[in-house]
């Protein structure tokens, strides 16, 4: 058995050697990748319905790393969906989890989720590859890095060949555990003038270590980018922020109230906690914003940052002339304010927080890329 193959990696330190193909290890052929995606997202998001986007992206992956807790799943989030990688041993019980999650997303938001599954064997059988390294991106936070095009494929297959749909009968005795996740912050201000949600695709791989260089010389530092500031972490008390998790307990409009009036108390304890610095509470923000995964790397960078309008001007310029000397392609969206979604497995340890761009982010990033593809 491989079930321990993610968890016993070594770590890789520095982000920026990302393009260091000796810090991989190749993912067991016994694996298998499981994809979801929100169908017409770009759509949804118009209608307004970028919150419970993120929101399910996030229950896709909560639902899976619930099912072994003492298990290391490496995971992606990529705002309309994410990738999983799974041992043989947790196939079944993924796709009742994934099920599950598809008709909470329709009940609880009317949003449609594809969720399929890839074996890992069939990635390599069409001649792409799945690399992974384990990020230390803080003592509470290991993150995947991948790369092979792998994901690329998988994402590509669940779009175009519903063989790879998750097709199997619902298990109706199948308890679904999404204990965790939350959502219960306000969209977080800019601390500069504005956020660029980023996506950056080389053509080759070596070539990020150069484009990583241009970003710090442009935007500053990770720390120094970051969208997520504890000045700007404020915790909500709004019915339209709360809903979103109370609809995944409760469809009538008395049960989400009384969920809505749970999470306003815990948020009014929480906020007390912190302002006294009772039992490390005092911290809890900062934990936060080292748990944040803002940058991350999946056969693509993804990146949500703060910038001056000076910065995202100089920004843009060396993108595009990346793009028109067939560097890269890439897609930006602006914004005001991040959203964050948390899982939350230990409250004064292991967390972890998706960052997206507000209204839309990952998504429409992803649609300027698409065209740069096309062009």
């Not at 998001?45 to 996030?58: F, H, R």
């Not at 497995?345 to 593809?373: C, I, M, P, T, W």
Request: proline share 2%.
């Amino acid at each position: 058995m491989n079930d321990n193959f993610y968890k016993d990696l070594r770590l890789l330190k520095d982000f920026s050697k990302i393009s260091d193909t000796s810090l991989y290890t190749k993912v067991p052929g016994t694996w298998y990748v499981l994809v979801s995606d929100v169908k017409n997202s770009t759509k949804q998001i118009e209608e307004g319905k970028y919150k419970q986007i993120n929101m399910v992206g996030a229950l896709t992956i909560i639902s899976i790393l619930n099912l072994k807790k003492e298990l290391d799943i490496p995971y992606i989030f990529g705002g309309d969906g994410s990738f999983l990688l799974i041992p043989k041993s947790l196939l079944d019980e993924s796709k009742q989890a994934l099920l599950a999650v598809k008709e909470l997303s329709k009940v609880s938001y009317g949003l449609d989720l594809r969720v399929g599954v890839i074996p890992v064997k069939k990635i390599y059988e069409l001649q792409k590859s799945l690399y992974i390294a384990k990020y230390e991106v803080s003592k509470d936070y290991f993150q995947a890095i991948i790369k092979g095009g792998g994901l690329d494929l998988s994402d590509e297959l669940l779009k175009k060949d519903e063989t790879f749909y998750i097709k199997e009968e619902k298990d109706e005795t199948f308890d679904l555990d999404i204990s965790g996740l939350e959502c219960r912050w306000e969209a977080i201000k800019t601390p500069k003038d504005e956020n660029l949600t980023i996506l950056i695709k080389a053509f080759n791989d070596d070539y990020y270590k150069t484009i990583l260089e241009k970003l710090d010389e442009i935007l500053g530092s990770n720390d120094t980018r970051n969208p997520i500031t504890k000045e700007d972490l404020v915790l909500s008390f709004q019915d339209k922020n709360l809903d979103i998790e109370a609809s995944l307990f409760s469809q009538s409009f008395l049960g989400k109230l009384l969920i809505r009036q749970k999470l306003k108390l815990i948020n009014l304890i929480g906020k007390f906690l912190m302002r006294f610095d009772i039992d490390k509470w005092g911290s809890y923000k900062q934990r936060i914003v080292s748990t944040t995964d803002n940058e991350k790397f999946d056969d693509m960078l993804r990146m949500v940052v703060s910038t001056s309008f000076k910065q995202t001007k100089l920004l843009e310029a060396y993108l595009q002339n990346e793009q028109e000397n067939k560097n890269i392609v890439y897609g930006i969206h602006k914004s005001d304010s991040s959203l964050m979604t948390c899982l939350i497995f230990e409250r004064h340890g292991k967390h972890v927080h998706f960052v997206d761009g507000s209204n839309g982010g990952y998504a429409l990033a992803a649609k300027q890329l698409k065209l740069g593809k096309q062009k």
